[in-house]
Structures are given as C-alpha cells and as structure tokens.
C-alpha cells in the first residue's frame, strides 16, 4: 500500500504554512490594536508579540531545514510525478508563508 504524502513531508508543509499564516495574522492583530486606539494595556501588547517572535524564531531553523530536506526529496526521491508536483506546490506556499511571518515583524 502506498504511503500518502499528506502523512509525511507534504502534511508537515501544510501544517507548519498554517502555523506561519496564524503568527503572521496574530501579528498584524497586535499592530491594529496598537494603531486603532483601543486602550489596552501596552504591556500586554508587547508581551503577546514578544511570544510570537520568540515562536517564529524557534521555527526558523527547523523550517529550513524541513524546506531543504522537501526541495532534495523532489530532486532526487524516487516519486510519482502527481507526488512531485503536490510537493512542489506545498513548498511554495510555505516559503510563501514563511516570508510572510517573517517580513511581518518589520511592519
């Protein structure tokens, strides 16, 4: 029986895309509190994006190496055209996503 990819690299690409697509929304929240004038503690604020840093921080590493490991599996894995090009699309977006979470802390 054929392993399905949504179990191996392709599901821990869509996993950690959402992952990098909810601290990049968290962190866009954060900012329109701070810029809406809402009157909530400043301290909170700072603490909730400071935790989200230090999350997208912890991920940065192993998400590269989840991406280099993806990109050398559709090199040179023996796959299914179908599997290749599923893996391909799934990179994209979470590099996509990945940028995104990352370019969203300079905003």
């Known amino acids: 029986m054929k392993k399905t990819l949504l179990k191996g690299p392709a ?17 866009y929240l954060l900012r329109k509190k701070r810029t809406n004038g809402k009157k909530e503690n ?25 991406a280099q490991f993806v990109s050398q599996q559709i090199e040179h894995a023996k796959l299914e055209e179908l599997d290749r090009v599923e893996l391909r699309l ?3 977006e979470f590099e996509s996503s990945f940028k995104s979470a990352q370019k969203s802390l300079t905003l």
Do not use: C, D
Not at 11 to 27: D, N
């Open 11 to 27: 599901g821990l690409l869509e996993e950690y895309r959402r992952k990098m697509q909810w601290i990049t929304s968290q962190l």
């Open 42 to 66: 400043e301290n909170l604020l700072n603490f909730r994006k400071e935790s989200l840093v230090q999350l997208l921080n912890s991920l940065r590493l192993p998400s590269t190496k989840l």
């Open 90 to 92: 799934r990179l994209a």
